[in-house]
């Protein structure tokens, strides 16, 4: 069985009486087959669905990969530059008022400050 074609944060699945229906592959928790496969979902939902296991597995990891690949896809002209961390291109230190320079600080820029420290 071939998959729909699909657009949007869903998969679509089949149930058992050939109705169609779309699920959040993010609130999938497991998939079982015994013998029918069942998909459960995070609240606690169940779907008993027409797919095998592997074309479950397989269209979650088409999902995921759309995803990873509209997001590589993407330009920094396409959406707003957002920026977490504070150095050489963020804007505000290029509007700051200027200190006397030191020799050192026109060879190296000063290292990104990340927003939340980095240690566990």
Do not use: C, W
């Amino acid at each position: 069985m071939s998959p729909a074609p699909r657009k949007g944060p869903m998969i679509a699945v089949t149930r058992l009486n050939g109705s169609r229906f779309a699920v959040n592959p993010d609130l999938v928790e497991r998939v079982q087959e015994n013998p029918d496969t069942t998909l459960v979902m995070v609240g606690g939902a169940t779907y008993v669905v027409r797919e095998s296991l592997p074309e479950i597995i397989a269209l979650i990891a088409d999902f995921r990969a759309l995803v990873i690949a509209a997001a590589q896809s993407l330009t920094v002209g396409e959406v707003p530059q957002l920026s977490v961390l504070r150095g050489e291109n963020d804007p505000r230190s290029a509007t700051a008022p200027a200190s006397s320079p030191s020799p050192t600080a026109a060879t190296s820029p000063t290292p990104p400050t990340p927003l939340r420290p980095t240690e566990h």
